[in-house]
C-alpha cells in the first residue's frame, strides 16, 4: 500500500511540474505573440478598423466569422487571408488554428487577436 | 457518405480523462482491479458511439457544462475518440492480465492511461489526440474546428 502510494504520489507530483512547464511555455508564447508586427499595408489599407480573418480551405466556421464580422462592424475593413496560400504571413503572426482573427487600427498594430468562432461571436456579442 | 463530424466543447474530453485519472490511481491504491475494466466500458463507450454515450462525458455535457462560460475554441471530436480507443485498449489487456493472474502486468497496462489521463487533464498535452492529428495532417483530413 506505501509503495503503491508512493507511485501515485510521484505521478500527481509529475502532472503538476507538467502543469507549472506547460503554463510558463504558453505564458512565454503569449508574450512572443504579443510581439507581433504590423499588419501590412495591403491589408489595412488606411482603414480605421481593419478585421483580418485568416482561414484555412477546410475551415467550416471561417466563412460563417466573416460575414459575421462584415455585418456586426459595417464600417469596418474585413479581409479574408488564407494561411496555407500565405504561409510566411500566418507564420509572422503565429496562427496555429483557423479562425484566427486579428483587428488592427489605421497603423497595421493589431489591437485584438480572438481565436475560435465561438470567440469573435462573444467579442461581436459583448462588445470591447 | 459518412456525416461531418460536430465540433465539441474540449473540456468534456479533459473532465473525463481527470475522472479516469483519479479513479484508477485511486484503485491502484486500494487495490481494486474490478475499477479497470468498468472504465475499459466507460472509455468504450464514448469512444464507440460518441459523446452522448459516455457516461461522464454526457454528465459534463448536461449537468457541467450549462454551469461554465461558453469554451473559448471548439475541438474537432475524432482525436478524443481515438485517444479513449487507444485507452480502451489498454485497459481491456489490463484486465485481461488480471483475469490471468498477472496483476503487477495488469496494473502496469492500467497505469500507462491514467498517466496519459492525467497528463492530458492537467495540461491539455493529450498524446492520444496528437498521433490522431499526426497522422490526419499526413492525411490531409479536414478538422472540423
Redesign the interface.
Known sequence: MAIRLAVVVALVAVFVLARVAYRRWRAGLHAESRAVPALPDHLVAGAARTWVVFTTPWCASCDTVTSHLSTAEPDSRVVKVDATQHVDLADAFHIRSAPTVLLADSLGTVQRRLVGATAVADYVRIGQ | MSE?PQ?IDPRGPRFNQAVLCVAL?AA??L?LPVVVPVFAVVLFLGAAFGPRYGPFLRLYRDVIRPRLR?????EDPRPPRFASTVGTVFLTVATLAFLAGADTLGWVLA?VP??LA??A?????CVGCEMWLFVARRRHV????
Open positions: 461531418r465540433p490511481l491502484f491504491v487495490d461558453p469554451p473559448a475554441e471548439l497505469l491514467a498517466a492525467g497528463l487533464a492537467a495540461t491539455g498535452i479536414e478538422l472540423v474546428a
